[in-house]
């Protein structure tokens, strides 16, 4: 009779197919093995301080966004008693005095752009 096995319906047969096992040194294959390690800590720690980071930036921003509507529900309050907040004064002049030196200076190019075209 031959030596066939049945194993999950299959017949395997002895002999030497597969793999065969490596006779690598076993000191070498557990430093490869501790300095993958190693590396793996180090990318792992990397990428936490990124996290932490990217989340203290996120913070910030958030902190300094909380501050900001804080100080436009103040002015809404403000304006809802009849008063305005003198920062939006200051914006609103702030805006007057632009508006009115874009023209000033639209005025003067359209005065020197006729003075050219003149002298021809």
Do not use: F
Request: glycine share 6%; with cysteine; charged share 40%.
């Amino acid at each position: 009779m031959d030596d066939s096995k049945v194993v999950g319906g299959k017949v395997k047969k002895p002999g030497k197919r597969g793999r065969k096992p490596a006779k690598i040194d076993l000191k070498a294959k557990l430093e490869r093995s501790r300095q993958s390690a190693r590396e793996c800590r180090a990318r792992k720690k990397l990428r936490y301080q990124y996290l932490e980071e990217l989340v203290s930036s996120r913070e910030r921003a958030i902190c300094a966004l909380r501050e900001e509507l804080e100080m436009y529900k103040q002015w809404c309050m403000a304006m809802d008693q009849g008063k305005i907040p003198s920062e939006i004064k200051a914006l609103l002049t702030g805006e007057e005095q632009s508006k009115s030196q874009q023209n000033s200076s639209r005025h003067m190019k359209a005065g020197k752009t006729e003075a050219n075209s003149n002298s021809w």
